[in-house]
């Protein structure tokens, strides 16, 4: 069976793991109010959906 001669060093280790990382959530601006929503998700703030009002919301 094989068997490492040797440790792996840390600096080792931590190089072979960069491109194991997380992406950024991307954020949009909705057209409708302006307000920050992830792309292809519905506008909490104003209900709307490509133009279109699909939640109604209660703006008081």
Do not use: F, N, W
Not at 11 to 25: E, F, L, V
């Amino acid at each position: 069976m094989a068997v490492p001669k040797r440790k792996t060093s840390k600096s080792r280790r931590d190089m072979r793991r960069t491109h194991k990382k997380t992406a950024a959530i991307s954020i949009t601006t909705c057209a409708q109010c302006g307000e920050p929503k992830r792309p292809h998700h519905l506008c909490l703030s104003c209900g709307t959906y490509k133009g279109r009002t699909l939640m109604d919301t209660d703006e008081d």
